[in-house]
């Protein structure tokens, strides 16, 4: 079997811009690139239900959200499969599975799972299936023997957690699942986005994001009230990029060409950085030159999320053939893992020869 490709997100609300640059702009990239055998794209709905358990609604009503973002990105159903995680039951099987081979202890370890439960106050009432969220991951991941997980750095620990069960399991059973590597951003700013507030990460609850449907002026507005550097208060002062939001932002998205379009005073960001950091540049007019970088760049996923907003009704239906299609797959690897596991009972011919010969003797 070639490479593989899988990668998802959860149904929690749109997509924003920590998204698109972590691994949304990449999985456009590779599946356009074509060196991939099979590219899975898909809402993670089930983990989402493990801290929305009393808001299915709130998963519901985004998982058009998520493909209208998937689809105006520039992904493309023809070259890559959309499905919905739920839709495929082999997950949760082979999830309960790979339970048995690992550990409590070595899900607390996991530095993901101690950030999550923090961010959400789970300390003190952990739901078990949001604890388990690693082993369910896995079982995403090697249910379709993924060979590649384009994702951020954050998410090195759980792929670790992956890596281990798939080779515990193989090691137990016998070599049926594909140990995954991680596909960072080649973009090292890109590997963790901070939100507009200058906090560590972009994230939907905090509500310092900038989404991918946000309209123009939804964006200047958010842009215009951005985290830059406190200690820059007068326009000759020398200012800092370091941890400055906007310069942030700017590594991740400026081309050399925003700069001759937008502010050709300067060829590239490091000349602007060089300049700013001596002091006579103000915050606004870097603002200004990130909305243009950022509108340019929004513009035609904008245009295309209108084109796919005027047939919802066709959105089911690409999801609807893509979890069909991700379902065959994983019915095709659980079939491995039951014959491995030796609990394939009805198709087992020589058990079925054994068990008569024992009781004909008796």
């Not at 023809?78 to 070595?106: D, F, K």
């Not at 507005?221 to 700017?250: C, I, W």
Request: aromatic share 8%; glycine share 6%.
């Amino acid at each position: 079997m070639g490479k593989i490709i899988l990668t998802g997100d959860r149904p929690t609300g749109k997509l924003h811009l920590g998204h698109y640059v972590g691994s949304l702009r990449r999985r456009v990239q590779l599946q356009n690139a074509g060196d991939y055998e099979r590219m899975f794209v898909f809402m993670a709905d089930v983990q989402a239900l493990t801290d929305n358990a009393d808001n299915p609604e709130k998963i519901r009503q985004n998982i058009v959200e998520v493909a209208l973002d998937y689809l105006s990105a520039g992904l493309d159903p023809q070259r890559c499969t959309l499905y919905i995680q739920s839709q495929i039951p082999e997950l949760a099987e082979l999830t309960t599975y790979l339970m048995n081979l690992i550990s409590v202890s070595r899900v607390q370890r996991n530095p993901t799972v101690k950030t999550e439960i923090k961010m959400r106050n789970f300390e003190a009432n952990i739901p078990l299936g949001f604890f388990c969220y690693p082993v369910s991951q896995a079982a995403d991941i090697t249910a379709f023997k993924a060979t590649t997980v384009p994702a951020g750095e954050d998410q090195e620990p759980m792929l670790e957690v992956t890596r281990e069960l798939a080779r515990r399991f193989n090691q137990t059973y016998g070599e049926v699942l594909v140990e995954p590597n991680i596909l960072l951003p080649e973009n090292a700013t890109a590997r963790r986005l901070p939100g507009t507030d200058g906090k560590e990460k972009m994230s939907k609850s905090l509500g310092n994001c900038i989404y991918l449907s946000d309209d123009a002026d939804t964006v200047w507005q958010k842009v215009r009230s951005m985290y830059t550097d406190p200690t820059h208060v007068n326009l000759s002062d020398p200012g800092h990029v370091e941890g400055n939001a906007v310069f942030t932002y700017l590594d991740a998205f400026s081309t050399d060409a925003d700069f001759a379009e937008f502010w050709p005073e300067f060829k590239t960001l490091d000349e602007l950085k060089a300049a700013y950091t001596a002091g006579g540049i103000g915050d606004m007019k870097c603002k200004k030159l990130l909305n243009s970088v950022i509108n340019k760049m929004l513009d035609p996923i904008r245009e295309r999320r209108h084109v796919y907003e005027q047939d919802i009704p066709e959105i089911f239906n690409i999801l609807k053939k893509g979890s069909e299609s991700a379902r065959e797959m994983a019915a095709k690897t659980m079939d491995e893992v039951r014959t491995a596991m030796r609990i394939n009972y009805f198709e087992d011919t020589e058990l079925i020869r054994q068990q008569s010969e024992k009781y004909k003797k008796d």
